[in-house]
Nanobody, 125 residues
Framework: QVQLVESGGGLVQAGGSLRLSCVAS????????MGWFRQAPGKEREFVAAISWNADSTYYADSVKGRFTISRDNAKNTIYLQLNSLKPEDTAVYYCARRSDGTYYYTTPRSYDYWGRGTQVTVSS
């Protein structure tokens, strides 16, 4: 059983920063491509960022490129998402997920099998 637990969300003013963490249980964490998604009220879950198993490759949605940074520490079974220059439109619940199915594109939620419960990020104007 794999469990993913996010933390680090909160309320921040526009222009501020937050650092999200996602701790995974299980010994095979380091073998997996991992992603961050977000979901705002009334909207579909959308891709934010992803990172390869060895951190050699990172990927970002256009809306966060240059502001967010994904990283991982396999020794700690943890991935991170640094959120800088936050905007009110970044307000959402942020989820981390483990990718298991390479059939689907990495921006597609169907490509991921395990998900955390999410952490709320609220950006005030």
């Amino acid at each position: 059983q794999v469990q993913l637990v996010e933390s680090g969300g909160g309320l921040v003013q526009a222009g501020g920063s937050l650092r999200l963490s996602c701790v995974a249980s299980g010994r095979t964490f380091s073998s997996y491509f991992m992603g961050w998604f977000r979901q705002a009220p009334g909207k579909e879950r959308e891709f934010v960022a992803a990172i390869s198993w060895n951190a050699d490759s990172t990927y970002y949605a256009d809306s966060v490129k240059g502001r967010f940074t994904i990283s991982r520490d396999n020794a700690k079974n943890t991935i991170y998402l640094q959120l800088n220059s936050l905007k009110p439109e970044d307000t959402a619940v942020y989820y981390c997920a483990r990718r298991s199915d390479g059939t689907y594109y990495y921006t597609t939620p169907r490509s991921y099998d395990y998900w955390g419960r999410g952490t709320q990020v609220t950006v005030s104007s």
